[in-house]
């Protein structure tokens, strides 16, 4: 809603559209009534505007509401539900992940478990070129080899030591031993190292020079996991509700006849109260419980100035969180934010009216 210098103001929105198209479906007329902030503040204090549009229909100051919400048995007690203007999943517009630091680039090339592997064969090598050599050395010394009899184990560890991290390191060295078997097994670590060199030369400055992202969040469990985005809530919505208590059953609607392509199923809601016990949305759920400020009353205004500062994520409609993240890039001109996947099913918005209003059943068959 925009209000002009003159006092008068235009309502837009796909919210808006939806009432004029069903006010030409259904032949009526629509007119829209401006509630000061300043009158709403002092009848029922810093609530939401999702509470203070609820209780302004159940108080029958309005008629309905052109924005839609999603059913609750609270709700139907002090307000009724006509058929759903929309439906569609909840999905979160969370920070777009940085660039991990390339201090440690260098360990990329091979994974973990490679590099536990080359070491562990590195000391196997050096320890059995140690133990040959000290073999030789005590019973099979001959006048060919310039191995020295005292040499101590301790100090062929050393030699051989510097001799594995040169080759390696694709420095190259040599070793003065001329018997087959000590033969054997230096070539055998010579071809093994020679294609683990040539691997990992052949993909590092890729991955010195090719930025990699860290890890993105596309769930509550990725977001638990990440200590530099936290949640934030917009008070009175399912979502958040959804977070803070536990669901023993998805919720659909109730009382609402499909069409055919739906099967002409009738979908009820069931929630349960229990407080999660475990897993992302119990963290998430104490999170918010510690932390009561990042449970915002007012409007999608204040979720925005949260989110500028770039370390929130927010969960709402999959739509509103898309345009939320195109708007940001039209205004920075900077890819700062993306939308998760879906993190709930589908969900079903409907056109709220007065309780035993006599028009809830002429939409419902409408």
């Known amino acids: 809603m925009r ?144 191995e020295v009899s005292d040499t101590t184990a301790l100090e062929w560890l050393g030699r051989y030591s510097i001799y594995i991290v040169n ?28 294609v683990m060199v040539n691997s990992y030369s052949g993909t590092v400055i890729s991955c010195l020079t090719v930025p990699k992202m860290k890890p993105a969040i596309n769930t509550f469990e990725d977001l638990v996991t990440m200590e530099d985005v936290k949640l934030v809530l917009l008070a009175d919505t399912v979502i958040a509700q959804q977070i803070r208590v536990k669901f023993d059953h998805f919720q659909l609607l109730s009382s609402l006849k499909c069409f055919i392509c739906f099967a002409l199923l009738n979908h009820s809601q069931h929630f349960s109260t229990k407080e999660s016990k475990s897993g992302a949305s119990k963290i998430l759920g104490d999170q918010i419980r510690n932390n009561p400020d990042r449970i915002l009353s007012n409007s999608l205004a204040d979720v925005n100035n949260r989110m500028e500062t770039e370390r929130y994520a927010f969960p709402f409609l999959q739509t509103i969180s898309n345009d939320y993240v195109a708007s940001d890039f039209k205004k920075t001109g900077k890819c700062r934010f993306k939308t998760t996947d879906p993190i709930t099913s589908f969900q079903f918005w409907c056109l709220t009216l007065q309780k035993d209003n006599k028009f809830t059943p002429v939409f419902n068959v409408a």
């Open 167 to 194: 080759i390696l390191t694709n420095q190259g060295n040599s070793v003065p031993v001329a018997r087959l078997s000590f033969r054997v097994l230096v070539g055998t670590w010579l071809l093994v190292a020679m």
């Open 3 to 146: 209000t002009g210098p003159d006092g008068n103001y235009t309502v837009t929105g796909s919210n808006s559209k939806i009432i004029d198209w069903l006010a030409e479906k259904l032949n009526f007329t629509v007119s829209y009534v401006l509630i000061p902030n300043e009158m709403t503040k002092s009848k029922y204090g810093n609530k939401s505007d999702i509470a203070v549009t609820l209780n302004l229909i159940a108080e029958k100051e309005i008629d309905a509401s052109s924005l839609g919400f999603i059913p609750t048995p609270e709700r139907k007690k002090v307000v009724d539900f006509a058929y759903f203007l929309s439906a569609e999943p909840q999905a979160m517009v969370v920070p777009r992940p940085g660039e991990e630091p390339r201090l440690l680039a260098f360990i990329r090339p091979f994974q973990s478990s490679v590099w536990l592997l080359i070491l562990i064969a590195s000391i196997l090598v050096i320890a059995s070129m140690s133990l040959f050599s000290k073999v030789y050395s005590k019973l099979l010394i001959n006048g060919r080899e310039n």
